[in-house]
């Protein structure tokens, strides 16, 4: 790869980005399988939701208008997701 992106990442991060975007959900855990979620959530099937009320600590967003991530329309809506609790 000639390219810095993705600079700094590992490929579970990378494939669990890509989880969350195949599957059309957002801010959910890696999802190991139907049988390694039973053993790793508790008796689950898939992943369950974060739970955001657990965070603590000011969170802080940045984006910019040449991110390949995300686009400024989402923005609001991940900010919605962390403050809604």
Do not use: H
Not at 46 to 58: G, L, Q, R
Request: aromatic content about 18%.
């Amino acid at each position: 790869m000639d390219s810095p992106v993705p600079a700094g990442t590992s490929v579970r991060t990378a494939e669990q980005f890509a989880q969350n975007y195949n599957s059309g959900q957002t801010f959910i855990p890696y999802n190991y399988g139907w049988l390694r979620n039973l053993q790793k959530y508790g008796g689950r099937l898939t992943p369950p939701p974060y739970d955001f009320s657990k965070i603590t600590c000011p969170v802080y967003i940045f984006y910019g208008k040449n991110d390949l991530l995300t686009v400024p329309q989402d923005v609001p809506i991940r900010f919605f997701f962390l403050t809604s609790f």
